[in-house]
C-alpha cells in the first residue's frame, strides 16, 4: 500500500506547496489602517511646568508627516518669532520644535497642531493634537468656547482667528491695531472655535479674518467681530456668539488717474456720498463733462471733451478740501461700444436697456426701432439712467412674442461726439405659466422697514422689496429654479444694509436667512413661512 500511494502523497504534497506559494504572491493588502498615530514620548513631557528649553521634540508610535503646518499650526499665546519645525516635506517618527523667542513668565502655551500630523501611510490626521507647556508653577486650565457668524453673508468665511485680550491698567481700545492679543485659536474650517488653557482675568473676545496673518486688525482688508461685554475668568461655560463685519473705511481721496483721452479716475476708499469734483481750469466755450460713479471699481470717473496739458480739479468732501491736478498725457480717445444689458429671454417684469463704455449725450429716437413677432411697429419710451451709461426702452411687453430693436446709425452720440453703426438685438418673452410664484410670509417682524430680497443659491440677488408696515410679500415672474430669502433690519433707514464699527461698539444690521432653499418651477405657486426667530 506505501508503494502504491506514495506518488500521490508526494503529488499532494507539491500541490499544496504550489498553493501556498500562490496565495503568498497575491496582493491582498491586508486590512486598511485606519488608526491614527500616537505620541508616545516628549522631551520635555507634555504639560511640563518651569519649562526652560529651547527644543522641543515629540516621538510617535509610526511615521508622521505634516500637512499644512503653517496654516493648521496655532500657537497660543502668539509668538513675535515662529519657532523652527522640522521635519517638513518628509516622513519621519518624530517633531522637532526649535523656539526662538522669549517665553513669558507664568504663562501657559499650547501647540494646536489642528489636522496637520498624519500618518505616512493612510494619511488617518491626529486631530487637534496639542502639546502644553507652562513656564509657571501649574498648568492653567480655564477655557471659553462659542460660535462666529458673519454679518452679511449667510455662510462665514473660514480661518478665523479667535483672539483674546487681557484688559489690564495699559489697555486702549486701539490694541487690536497694534499688539498682539494674549490667546488665540482658530475656527478653520468649523464655525466653532475653543480658546483652552486660559488664566482667570479680565479679557476683550475679538474675531478676525486676519488676511495678513499678524494678529492685527486691518480695517481695509479685514473683516473683524467682537463680544460686546468684557469676559471675566473663571465664569460659567457659557457659549459666546460673535457676528463678523467689514467696517466702512473713512473717505479717503486717492491718486487720480488719467485712463485715456477725455477720462480720469479718481480713486477713493469709504462711502464717496456727497464728495464734490469742480473743475479749477479754464473751461472753452465747448467744454463738456460727466461724473460717473464706478462702484466695482471703487472710483468716479471724470469724462471730458478732450484738453491740452493738465487740468486742476477741487475736490471736496465734508469739510475737507482737496486740489489735484492731473497732467494729460494720453493720445487715443476710446472708441463708442453699445451692448445689449438683456441676454437671451427678456424677463416680463425686465426693462430692455442698452449699455456703452462712455456716458451719452445725445438720443435721436426716430432712429431707434423696436418690432414684434408680427412685424409691428411697438411704441416705446427711452430713460437715460444716472451715469448717462445705460439707456432703457420701456414698452408694453406681450408674452410669447419676440422683439428685434434696430438702431441705424447716429441714433446715440457719446460726450466725445462719436456715434453709433447700425445695431440690431433680439430677444423673447415666454409665457407667465413658464414662470413660478412665491408668496412669503415674514413672521416675528420686531420692527420696520425691512428689506426683502429673493437671493439664488450663489446669493445673487434676484428680486428685493423695501417694506415699511407689512409681512406678506408676492414675488411673480421667477425662473424655475432654487431660492433663498434674506431680511434685513433696516434701522437707520437708508434702504441697505449697514456694517458694525468695532470702536465706536457699533453693532451691524441683523440679518436673518432662511436655512433651506425653496425649488419653484414652472406654473407654481409656493407658500413660504419665513420666522426671524
Known sequence: MKLHFKPIYYSAILLLVL???ARRGRPTGGDKDIDAPIMITAEPTHKKTHFKSKKIRINFDEYIKLKNINKQLVISPPMDNEPIIIPVGTASKFIEIKLLDTLKENTTYTFNFGN???????????EQFK???STGSYIDSLRIFGTVADGFNKNPDEDI????????????????????????????????YELTNLKKGKYLLVALTDVNNNYKFDPKIDKIGYYPDFITLPNDSIPYHITLFKEELPFKLMRATEVKKGHIYFGYQGNPKGIKIELLSKKPAEFKSKLVFENELDSLSYWFT??????????????????????????EIDSLL?????????????????????????????????????????PFTTFLDKSKKKLKLNFKKKYNNRYQFELLPNAIEDLFGNVNDSLNFNTSTKHPDDYGVINLTVHNVESYPIIVD???????????????????FKFEFLEPDKYLFRVIYDVNKNKKWDAGNFLKRKKSETIFYTKNPVEIKGNWIEIKDFYLK
Open 19 to 21: 498553493v501556498s506559494c
Open 116 to 126: 496637520s500630523i498624519e500618518d505616512n501611510n493612510e494619511g488617518n490626521p491626529l
Open 131 to 133: 502639546y502644553i507647556f
Open 454 to 472: 429673493v437671493l439664488d443659491t450663489d446669493f445673487k440677488l434676484i428680486r428685493s422689496v423695501y417694506a415699511t408696515d407689512k409681512n406678506v
Open 161 to 192: 482667528s479667535i483672539m483674546l485680550y487681557e484688559v489690564t491698567e495699559k489697555y486702549t481700545d486701539s490694541i487690536v491695531y497694534k499688539e498682539r492679543p494674549s490667546y488665540v485659536a482658530n475656527t478653520l474650517d468649523s464655525i466653532g
Open 306 to 331: 478732450p484738453q491740452k496739458d493738465s487740468l486742476q480739479f477741487k475736490v471736496t468732501y465734508n469739510k475737507r478740501v482737496d486740489t489735484v491736478t492731473v497732467k494729460l498725457r494720453a493720445k
Open 338 to 378: 453699445v451692448t445689449n444689458e438683456i441676454r437671451g429671454t427678456l424677463n416680463l417684469l425686465d426693462t430692455f436697456a442698452i449699455a456703452t463704455n462712455i456716458p451719452i449725450d445725445k438720443i435721436d429716437k426716430s432712429k431707434i426701432k423696436i418690432i414684434d413677432k408680427d412685424s409691428s411697429d411697438v
